[in-house]
């Protein structure tokens, strides 16, 4: 059973920051792409960032304005997100995420069926 656990979320300040990670089990981690998507309250899925199977190739949205970092550590089957300089905006329930090919792009969203995280949630308040 492939399993993506998300933990680290919880409500800060603007201008505050978290670290978020991901405990994937179930797949062969250190082969796959993987993503981290966000979905705001009233919003779709956004996806804004992917990290290729070995860490050395990263991809942002550019909306961002590059407060964030994605890394992995292979040997925890663990992904991160570091997240600084946070702002309301960026609220939302946050998935880790790949597809079953484990190959990802920019700006692509993995299907329900692929494999998903159950979230973890960031609020960013005054």
């Known amino acids: 059973e492939v399993r993506l656990v998300e933990s680290g979320g919880g409500e800060v300040h603007p201008g505050e920051s978290l670290r978020l990670s991901c405990a994937a089990s179930?797949?062969?981690?250190?082969?796959?792409?993987m993503s981290w998507i966000r979905q705001a309250p009233g919003k779709g899925p956004e996806w804004f960032s992917l990290?290729?199977?070995?860490?050395?190739?990263?991809q942002y949205s550019a909306s961002l304005e590059g407060r964030f970092t994605v890394s992995r550590d292979n040997t925890k089957n663990t992904l991160y997100l570091q997240m600084k300089s946070l702002k309301v905006e960026d609220t939302a329930v946050y998935y880790c995420?790949?597809?079953?090919?484990?190959?990802?792009?920019?700006?692509?969203?993995?299907?329900?069926?692929?494999?998903w995280g159950q979230g973890t949630q960031v609020t960013v308040s005054t």
């Open positions: 179930g797949i062969t981690f250190s082969a796959y792409d």
């Open positions: 990290i290729n199977p070995t860490g050395t190739g990263t």
């Open positions: 995420a790949t597809n079953k090919m484990g190959r990802l792009w920019a700006d692509y969203i993995p299907p329900s069926d692929g494999y």
